[in-house]
Each structure stands twice: as C-alpha cells, then as structure tokens.
C-alpha cells in the first residue's frame, strides 16, 4: 500500500473476499485482509496483512489494486531497514493485555460467556462488535447478572508468574460495572470478587463509594480460583467464602477476568540485547530519583514499560521522558526540526467576494445519501460563488494542493467546505488558506456529514435540500467576513517554580539545566520539603542521601535562583508575560517569567484519634522516620510494634486515599525487623495498596512474618493505656472475633493533605477541589497542566503521591512550560471580543461574567475611554459569553460578527430556487 | 560539543505514552521520529470505551 496515495476511500476493503480476525475488536468481529484498524485510525491509510491477502498468498485476486480509484495498491512493497541517527530515545513500548488462556480453571477457551474485560470494553463501545449493545456471546441475551473477577494474571505467582499488582484493574473494573449498569434497562446486578480494592488515584476513591453506595455494585472480598460449568447451559457458577466465612454459590450469566499487564516477550529480548536492565516484573528498571532513565544512557522509559500505569500516570511520565531527554538534547534544539516559511498573505479588503464552494463525497459518507451533484450545481449559482466542484475526499493532500492551486488561479478570495465538523477538520482547510496567501478566516465549513447524511440516512432527498440549505447558510454568512489578525507576543524566557519540594526542585531543574534563568521560591529556610522528613523510598534508597545530591545540583546550577524564607505577594500579566513580586526576609523583587510552575506541595495531617500525642509511644509514621533518620537506639528495645493504616483517609470528611502509606508503613515495617528480627509487627489496614511493583514488598513483609489484620472502617481499632501499658483491640474480619495486643510502638498512617493558598488560587485563576488540591486541565490527558495558559502543575499540590512519581510529575511540568519557551512566541487568536468604547456603558456585566478574566476597565488614569471596558486578546477564548451579556451591544466577537449571523438565519429561511 | 549532539529523537511505541512524549519534544525543537509497529497510532487506549471520570468516549 502506497500511503501518500490512498484517500482511505475503503472501496478496496468493501471488496476484499478474504475475512480475518479483527484484533481491535479482541477478535469479537471480523475484518478484512486489506483493512484499517478501526475508522478514527490515524494515519486513515489501508493496509494489507501479507499473511492473508490471497494475491500475495496465491497471485490471485488483486480486487483491491482493480478497484482503488487512487491506484494505491502496490503488491511490489517490500519491507525496508532504516537506519535513524538520533540523539535519544524513548521506550513507550507499552504492555500486553494478560491472556488468561493458560489459567484453565477460568474456562476463557471453553466458555462463550467468560471473557476478558478488554472484550467487555469493546462490548461497551458503540462502535464496538455489539453496536455497544450489552450482551452475552452465547446467545447475545441481555445479561441478568455479571461478575468481575480481579487480579487475573496479576498478584498470581504460582499460576501466571505475575506476582505484581497491575494498579488499574480496580479502577477499569469499577468503571465497567457502572457503564454495564447504565446500558441495562431493565436493572443488572453486578458484583466485583476482589482481594483488596486498589483506588489510590486522584477522585478514585470517590468514584469506588459511589458505586458501592449508589450505583449498588456488589464488592465481594474472595478470589476466586475457579469458575464452574452449568451443564446444558451458558449460564456459570461461582463458590465462595462470604465474610462469615459461609460457603456461598452463585450463578452469572457473564463473567468478566479482569486481567493484568504484561510486557511483550519481545520487547524483553529487545532490552536484554541492548543493555536495558529489567525488574523482576519484566519492566523497566529505574530507580527513585531518576524515575525516567533506564540503564543505559540516553535512552529513556514512559508509559506502561516502566512498571504498570494508568493514563494519567502514563502522560505524566511521557512528559517528564520528553524533558529528560530535551535535557541532554538542549544544545542542538532546533537544528533538525524542520521550520514552515510564513507566505505572505494577500489583501482583499475593498475586493469583491469571490466565493469557492467545495463539497465533499466523504467517499460514500456523504455521497451515499446526499446528490452532491444537486448540491454542487445550486451551489455554483449562488451570488459571488465564481466556483463550485466536488471532492471524493477534500481531506487528501491532493485535493489539498489543488485547492490552494484553485484560490490562486481564479483569485478566490473567501472559501466554504462542504464535508464533516470543524472541530476536527478546520485547522486543516485553514492551513490550506494560509499556503495559497488567503487570511484564515475567511473560510466557512458546513456540516453535511455528521449533522446531515449521518443522521437522514432514510430521506435522502430532503438530506440533500437540507445539504443545500446548509451551504447557502456558510456562503451568506462567508461573503461578509472580514480578515482577522492574531497578534504576536512574545514569551519570557524566564521560569517561575513556587514551592521547593522534590516536584518543585525537578521542574525547576528540567528548564534550568536547559539554560533557561528559573526562580525557585520555597517557604521555608530549606529546599526539599516533606521529603527532609522521608528515611527510605520504595525501593529501599536512602532517601536523605539522593536528596541532597538532588539539592545540591539544584544549588550549583547557575541558571536556577534559589529564593528560600520567600513567599509570592503579588502575580500579574498572563501566559508569556507574567510579573511576580516575591518576598524574602522583608526585602521585594519583581521577576519577569513567561512560565509558572506551582508546586505547593502537601503536609502529613496530625492525628486526633488513636490517643496521638497523648503518649510518646503513639506517633505517625513520618515520626518513625526521624527515628530512624537519628538512628534511635530505642527502637532496638521494641518488642511489639503495630501499624495502623488509613489514619484520617478515606473517612468521611476527607474521602481521598493518600496513595502512599501502606508502602511506606511496609517499608518502615520491614526497617524495624531488620533491627529486631524478633519483633512481633502488626499491619492494621483496611485495603492493602501496593499498586505496581510494590506488591513484591507486600510479598517481603509477609515473608518476614509481618502480620496483616484487615479491619472495617465501622469498626475501627481501639487503644488503650493502662498502667503504662498500650494495648490495641481490633476485630479481625478473617476470624471473626477480636483480637487484642500489647504494643510498644505505635505508627500512625496519617494522611496527605494539600498546601492550600488561596491567594496563590487565586493570583494565578487555578481551580482547586473539595479535597484542597489543583485541578489539573485534564484529568487524564492534561495532569502537568492547567486550564489557565501558562501555568503548570506538578506534586503533592496535584494529588498524593510517592517520591519517584513527584519527580516524574516534576519533570513533566517542566515539558509541558518548555514547548511554550521553545516557541518564543505565541499567537493569539483572530477570534476573540471586541469592545466599541464609544457603546460602553462601564457596567462591568463582562468583567464579572467572563471566566477567564479577559474584560477589564482601562484605568481611569487613561487619555482615551477611561473606566470602559477592554478586552485582553490573549485571555479570551472567544466564548462569546461577555458578547451575549452586554446590555449596551458594545461588545461582538471578530468572526461571529451579528451581520454574518443574521445573514446565516436569513439565508436558513430562503427557498432553495 | 553541540556539534555531536543529534537534534532528533526516536520514540517506540506509538500508545498513549508514546504519543505524548513524541509531541512533547517536537513542540519544543525536536525532530521525532515515532515509530509504532501496528498500522495506526492510538495504543491501547483507542480500544477502551469511555474513560473514568468523564464518561468521555476514549476515542
């Protein structure tokens, strides 16, 4: 297949004999062996499966190379070697889903009805092999009843060899019942048999409460060894021990195996032969404080292959990858990135309009119901329209080509594309304009896909009046618009970073190591916040060592300005173009940055249950670590310590889980065996969430003879203190009965809470939840970033998190502030609102109603229209919200003129002649 | 010194992950070059149906 040719037409696939398994679809559908993966795909190229196609097989055939209108089809490809030089690389080889094919006593071979819960996503999916119609594969009956089964080929070493937690099973699992419950209409019960539940991500425990409360998904704490066939029927049966221990059966119409993550073979052999050492999982190797490097320099890891990952916490290290290895890269920045030439661009003010109309085919999507000719023909006798054509595709590079070819030659001046939506679509149609010297705003797109042949598939006839209608409507409202300029504005290079923990420091070091001048304010008279107080990382690092050495190479750059004891008075300007006033020992500088990296950080709260500090012996775990920290030889003499998890998390009033203190608990767990092996340790929890690999110092602690007593948020652990003696009661849920022990040493989990700064909120217009953290733009596509340009985040003021997940977060705020640095410049929209003084009423509607703060008052110390409104073209995002508020009709938005509206509701009653 | 490093970068694995980083550093000067080995971008993610919290449709 010759990519630069196909149009994605499909007319090859359509008739293509040879069917094959469709992997997107997990094999649940069928699809060509000349096929794309799925519609949306990017690039929208077919491709042949040599393995199938009977020409390539046989020499038979060739139906496709007949048929493609475009004369695509090459049977000649053959598969090439290229040899890259580059100067990084970066592994996002990503993972497989486990197959749960070896773990016979699931049945997934055997049994229609049991199936994976990548097959129950494409289930779900409207475009998936069910038309997202929730039903069973035997019989495609509406299910009664399903279940969910976790840690499938996860948390398993004796039948898979997967002793890691693959951390976003919970989760997807959670969501899918909730999403399976919405499909059914006539109520489904489903129940989720699980080990511990693990929703340690941001809202995640919200999101677990509410369908365990709300939405009535059951939670059943059992692992289920196997499932058990129903004789002539499709139906299955489960057994388990309730909580009382009874023995209970069940029976599902489906089961779903919520499977684990595994790393390709393949890609194992690759990093064995290139020198990229592997964990015990099979994932990347890398450690705490370089989170994103593998073994071998200059190559680096995101994504799934450095240890299992949601999608939040993939782009997060994708990001923190990227600055990594800008970080090396930083001195050939821009020498092979390819730059585009600005064409000048031609005046039409004073000329007459003349109008191209382009209507799009969209192969059969379009024209299969719409008589584009029709449209085309009416279209061409429009006034000012000098030309109208159709396309199979307007979308192809070629038609592309030609139409900037058409503007120049016939000197069109305004044009409208007749095809699917401009959310996805107009950028592309606009950067034809720009090639051919036509400003980009003088385009018109009308919808007569998605909002017509789509929706009127049964009346193709008032389809295509409906077609005709639409691009009167885009020409009447495209004759009268006017050329729009953005404006240009240049980006400070300098980079403010408030708050100088773990994130703060790797951010601000990530631009400062690029050359870029970085402020780092820190409240305190000392750099590294929460984690001074941290003695070892997950991965068992002595943590104050990697620590000062991060401080150190924070204080030794000459590029990065440290600025401790210091606190932010006063932030103006907008993205590219702020000015801060810091405060530092009663002394004020104003700082001048293009960028703004908030990394407040968070704090460990102080308990007010479990008798804290009411006796010395009662402390948290961060007061564990100082003991250590100190070496305390006291600790020597413990004969029986107990932990207790979840102190001031997941309650009622602060419903988050903190993410981070069962493993911590662990690790401080197995510190205190190592210097009393004889130490009697008990781990009061309520879920056990060591996410990812962290499951194997689960594995270790209980190895070690650390015990674990799961106890119920209803009936929590109680301490006494009698004639100096500590006990602690709690009810152990796997024996039914309480327990009590003596213990003298007594840590509490106590919870993250976030660094809140309402003025910093508020200087900065970031929105913070009910929790106390920022919201981030994107819960999972933006979390290095806010909605406000310019402005980054990154560490515990985003979420709870352990070290090596802050430094990534920290690295990938940095990216994120460097694509805005590289840039130099910005534009801003030519879309926005416009103030008229002279119609102004200086009501201040605008002011108070737009949400990004874009309207202000010119200063009543102004020559010129003091105290009316004005618009700052950089913060508007062309909402129109001020343009519908304004009671003086003083404010329009450019490109939405009310002439050009008016002009398209007229049109939208006209006859068709 | 500059003169031996490359100003461009190969990216493996054309996932969620992958395409990140690979935008990442193109917006910032890069040349990337972002190789996949199926014939579309998108990973597994393009698989899913909707997305926690949202509901957004993954696609």
Redesign the interface.
């Known amino acids: 297949m010759d990519e630069s040719k196909c149009v994605g037409c499909g007319a090859c696939a359509e008739k293509c004999p040879k069917k094959i398994t469709d992997t997107y679809n997990m094999g649940l559908k069928d699809k060509k062996a000349i096929h794309v993966e799925y519609p949306q795909a990017v690039p929208l190229k077919y491709v042949i499966d040599p393995n199938n196609c009977i020409y390539l097989q046989k020499g038979k055939c060739g139906a496709c190379k007949k048929l493609c209108p475009a004369g695509a089809i090459d049977f000649e490809q053959k598969q090439e070697t290229l040899t890259l030089n580059v100067g990084a690389v970066i592994f996002s080889s990503g993972f497989n889903p486990f197959n749960p094919s070896a773990l016979d006593s699931y049945r997934y071979d055997y049994r229609p009805n049991v199936i994976t819960s990548m097959e129950m996503e494409r289930i779900l999916s409207a475009s998936g092999p069910t038309g997202g119609h929730l039903v069973r594969l035997s019989d495609k009956k509406k299910p009664k009843k399903i279940a969910w089964l976790q840690c499938v080929g996860s948390r398993d070493m004796n039948r898979c060899g997967n002793p890691y937690c693959s951390s976003v099973c919970c989760m997807y699992a959670i969501k899918e019942a909730v999403v399976a419950k919405e499909h059914s209409e006539e109520g489904l019960d489903c129940a989720i048999f699980y080990m511990d539940i693990r929703t340690p991500g941001k809202e995640f425990e919200k999101f677990y409460n509410n369908a365990k409360e709300k939405e009535g998904v059951r939670f059943i704490k059992s692992r289920i060894h196997s499932i058990q066939d129903i004789v002539n029927s499709d139906d299955l049966r489960i057994s388990y021990l309730d909580e009382d221990n009874k023995l209970q059966s069940e029976v599902f119409d489906m089961i779903v195996l919520s499977i684990g993550m595994e790393i390709d073979k393949n890609i194992v052999k690759l990093s064995q032969k290139i020198g990229i050492n592997l964990s015990e999982g099979n994932f990347c190797k890398t450690s705490t404080f370089n989170p994103l490097e593998t073994s071998r320099k200059g190559i680096f890891v995101s994504g799934a292959f450095g240890g299992p990952k949601d999608i939040p916490q993939s782009v997060v290290y994708a990001s923190g990858a990227a600055c990594a290895a800008s970080e090396i890269l930083s001195p050939a920045r821009n020498t092979l990135a390819k730059k585009v030439e600005p064409i000048p661009e031609t005046s039409v003010i004073g000329e007459r309009p003349s109008i191209g109309v382009f209507i799009c085919k969209c192969g059969s999507n379009i024209a299969g119901v719409v008589d584009v000719g029709k449209v085309v023909e009416y279209a061409s006798k429009l006034p000012f329209v000098d030309y109208a054509a159709e396309n199979i595709y307007s979308c192809s590079q070629d038609n592309q080509d030609g139409m900037a070819q058409l503007i120049k030659e016939k000197g069109l001046n305004r044009v409208v594309v007749a095809a699917c939506t401009p959310k996805t679509h107009e950028p592309l149609f606009q950067e034809t304009l720009t090639s051919a010297g036509l400003n980009k705003y003088l385009f018109e797109m009308a919808n007569i896909r998605n909002h017509n042949s789509w929706v009127h598939k049964d009346t193709p006839e008032l389809a295509t009046l409906k077609a005709i209608d639409l691009v009167r409507m885009a020409v009447e409202k495209v004759a009268i618009a006017k050329p729009l300029s953005e404006t240009e504005l240049e980006v400070n290079q300098q980079a403010l970073v408030i708050g100088g923990g773990i994130a703060g420091i790797s951010a601000a070091l990530g631009l400062a190591s690029q050359g870029y001048d970085t402020y780092l304010v820190e409240k305190n008279n000392r750099l590294g916040g929460e984690a001074n107080k941290i003695f070892k990382s997950a991965n068992k690092e002595n943590v104050q060592k990697e620590l000062t050495s991060l401080i150190t190479a924070a204080q030794n750059n000459d590029k990065l300005h440290i600025r401790l004891n210091s606190s932010i008075v006063n932030v103006k300007g907008f993205v590219g173009n702020f000015k801060t006033v810091i405060a530092s020992d009663n002394k004020e500088e104003t700082i001048e940055h293009g960028v703004s990296v908030i990394a407040t950080g968070g704090t460990a709260s102080k308990p007010s249950e479990y008798l804290y500090g009411e006796d010395e012996r009662i402390i948290t775990s961060l007061d564990l670590d100082e003991k250590f920290i100190n070496n305390d030889k006291s600790l020597k003499k413990v004969k029986s310590a107990v932990f207790i998890q979840c102190v001031g998390s997941r309650e009622p009033n602060r419903p988050y889980c903190s993410g981070v203190c069962c493993t911590h608990s662990i690790i401080n767990a197995l510190e205190l065996k190592k210097i009393n092996p004889d130490m009697n340790i008990f781990i009061l929890y309520r879920d056990i969430r060591t996410y990812g690999e962290k499951e194997y110092l689960y594995h270790q602690a209980r190895e070690a003879g650390i015990i674990f007593i799961r106890y119920l948020a209803i009936d929590k652990p109680n301490i006494k203190i009698e004639n100096g003696k500590i006990s602690v009661t709690v009810y152990d849920t796997s024996l039914n009965k309480y327990l009590e022990m003596e213990a003298d040493l007594i840590t509490l989990a106590s919870a993250i809470i976030a660094n809140q700064d309402q003025k910093l909120a508020k200087f900065f217009k970031i929105p913070v939840n009910e929790d106390g953290f920022y919201i981030e733009k994107h819960a999972k596509l933006g979390p290095c970033e806010f909605a406000t340009d310019g402005v980054f985040l990154c560490g515990l003021a985003h979420y709870p998190k352990p070290i090596d997940e802050s430094i990534a977060h920290g690295k990938g705020a940095a990216a994120k502030a460097l694509t805005l640095l590289a840039k130099k410049k910005i534009r801003t929209s030519g879309t926005i609102a416009d103030v008229e003084p002279l119609k102004c009423s200086s009501c201040g509607v605008c002011v108070s109603i737009c949400p990004y703060s874009a309207p202000s008052f010119i200063p009543d110390d102004a020559r010129f229209f003091a105290g009316k409104a004005q618009i700052n073209p950089v913060l508007c995002k062309g909402c129109g919200l001020c343009v519908a508020s304004c009671r003086s009709g003083a404010l329009r938005l450019k490109g939405f003129d009310n002439d050009q509206i008016f002009a398209q509701i007229s049109a939208a009653f006209e006859k068709a002649a | ?2 003169k031996d ?9 054309g ?8 935008l ?8 990337v ?1 972002l190789v996949e080995k ?20 993954a ?1």
């Open positions: 010194m500059s490093i490359v100003g461009s970068v190969v990216v493996i694995g996932g969620i992950a992958g395409m990140r980083s690979a990442d550093l193109a917006n910032s000067g890069y040349y070059y199926s014939s579309s971008i998108g990973g597994v993610m393009s698989q899913l149906d909707k997305t926690f919290p949202t509901n957004d449709c696609m």
